[in-house]
C-alpha cells in the first residue's frame, strides 16, 4: 500500500476513534452496559487493526466503532432543523457582538447634512409609472429605496396649511393632520410646499373622502456604518462625520431633542478652540477653516450654502463666538440653513462621541459608498 493510502487510512482510523471515546466520554454513565462495552471492545478492535496494520479488517472495524458510537449518542430527532437552528444563533450571536463593538448601523431621518448625505426626501410625480407596478416596484424599493406614495383624504372638508412640523409639510382636513415628505429641506427662511409631494388639492378647497391630495415619489434615508473603535486609537478629527448619543447633550428637552436619540453631524470645532462663523464661513481661533476638503466643498459648491447664524442660537450673530472645552468637539450639519447642531446647544463631550461614519451601504444611489 502506497505512502497516500496509509495517510487515509491513519485518519480515518483516527476519526472513528475520535467519535467513539467522545461517545464514552458523554454516555458511559447513563448508557447501558452491553453498550458501552461494545464501544469499548469497537475502541480496543481499532487500536489492535492500526498496530497489526491490517489493511483488511481496518474498514470493518471503523463502521463497528461508529455503529457503537451510535448506540451510545442516539441520533436528534430533527438533525437538521437542529443545524440550522444553530447557525443560525452563532450568526445573531457574531452581528449582535460585531454591532455592540465594533461597527454599528445607522438611518438618516432628517436633511440636516444634506446633501452629503440624505434624510428621507420626495419629489412629485403625477400618476404611477411602469416601474412602480409589480414587481418593478419591489425591486426599486429593495435596491434604491424610493417607491411611488399617493396621500388621500380619510374624510371630507376643507384642505388647509399646517406649517412645517417634524421637518414635513403638514396639511389638514378637519383634525385629521396629512403630512407631505420634502423634496430638500428648506435652504433659507422662504417656505414653498411646491417643493414637496405633487398637490392635486390646493388649500382652501374642499375634498371629499378618498380624493387624492399629494402624489410622489418617497425616497428613504441613507444608511450608515458608523466605526466604534477607531475613537479608542485616534482622536477625533475636524471635518469627520460622527455619530453621537444626545443624552449627553444637557437641556436638550428644551431643544425638543428626543431623549436616547442619536444624531449624525460634521465636527468642526477641536478641544480649546473658540469657533465663529463670518460671512458664510467657519472660523477657528480667528482664522478661516479650508481645510480638509469638506469645509472648502461647503462654502464653493453651489449645492451648499456655507455656514449661517440663526437667531435664538447661540451662535446668534455674526460677532458672536462660541468656545470649545478640553475634551470637547463641536459638531455642525452640512445644511446650517435646518440643522439643530453645536449652534443651539453648545459643544458635546469626547464620551457622547459613537464613531465617525466611513460607509453608506444603502440604498444604492449617488452616495453610496465611503461618506466623505
Excluded at 140 to 157: D, H, K, W
Excluded at 295 to 307: A, I
Amino acid at each position: 500500500m502506497n505512502f497516500l493510502a496509509k495517510r487515509r487510512w491513519k485518519k480515518n482510523v483516527q476519526q472513528a476513534q475520535h467519535v467513539v471515546r467522545h461517545a464514552l466520554n458523554m454516555r458511559e454513565d447513563i448508557a447501558p452496559a452491553e453498550h458501552v462495552a461494545a464501544a469499548r471492545a469497537a475502541d480496543g478492535r481499532l487500536e489492535q487493526c492500526w498496530a497489526a496494520r491490517d489493511w483488511a479488517a481496518m474498514e470493518a472495524a471503523c463502521e463497528e466503532a461508529l455503529a457503537a458510537a451510535e448506540q451510545l449518542l442516539p441520533p436528534h430527532p430533527f438533525p437538521k432543523w437542529r443545524e440550522n437552528v444553530e447557525v443560525l444563533v452563532v450568526a445573531i450571536a457574531l452581528a449582535m457582538a460585531c454591532r455592540t463593538y465594533f461597527i454599528q448601523p445607522f438611518k438618516i431621518p432628517t436633511g440636516s447634512m444634506q446633501p452629503t448625505l440624505n434624510g428621507v426626501t420626495a419629489t412629485p410625480q403625477d400618476g404611477q409609472r411602469w416601474y412602480d407596478r409589480l414587481p418593478f416596484n419591489l425591486v426599486g424599493l429593495a435596491l434604491f429605496g424610493e417607491r411611488y406614495v399617493e396621500v388621500r383624504a380619510r374624510n371630507s372638508g376643507r384642505l388647509e396649511y399646517a406649517g412645517i412640523v417634524n421637518d414635513q409639510f403638514t396639511y389638514r382636513i378637519g383634525l385629521e393632520l396629512y403630512p407631505l415628505r420634502l423634496a430638500m429641506l428648506p435652504d433659507s427662511a422662504q417656505v414653498d410646499p411646491a417643493r414637496s409631494m405633487k398637490l392635486h388639492a390646493q388649500p382652501g378647497e374642499r375634498v371629499a373622502k378618498g380624493q387624492l391630495i399629494a402624489s410622489g415619489r418617497v425616497r428613504q434615508g441613507d444608511h450608515i456604518f458608523v466605526n466604534k473603535v477607531k475613537y479608542n486609537y485616534q482622536r477625533p478629527r475636524r471635518g469627520d462625520i460622527v455619530v453621537f448619543d444626545t443624552n449627553y447633550i444637557p437641556g436638550k428637552e428644551r431643544l425638543g431633542i428626543v431623549p436616547n436619540s442619536f444624531y449624525i453631524k460634521r465636527l468642526t470645532g477641536l478641544p480649546g478652540e473658540t469657533i465663529a462663523i463670518r460671512g458664510r464661513h467657519l472660523v477657528a481661533d480667528g482664522v478661516e477653516i479650508t481645510a480638509p476638503e469638506p469645509f472648502q466643498r461647503l462654502v464653493q459648491d453651489p449645492q451648499y450654502h456655507g455656514y449661517v447664524t440663526r437667531p435664538g442660537a447661540l451662535l446668534n450673530a455674526a460677532e458672536s463666538e462660541l468656545p470649545v472645552g478640553e475634551k470637547q468637539f463641536l459638531p455642525f450639519g452640512d445644511n446650517t440653513y435646518s440643522s439643530l447642531d453645536g449652534r443651539y446647544f453648545g459643544p458635546v463631550t469626547e464620551q457622547a462621541l459613537v464613531g465617525p461614519s466611513f460607509f453608506v451601504y444603502w440604498p444604492l444611489g449617488a452616495h453610496w459608498g465611503p461618506t466623505r
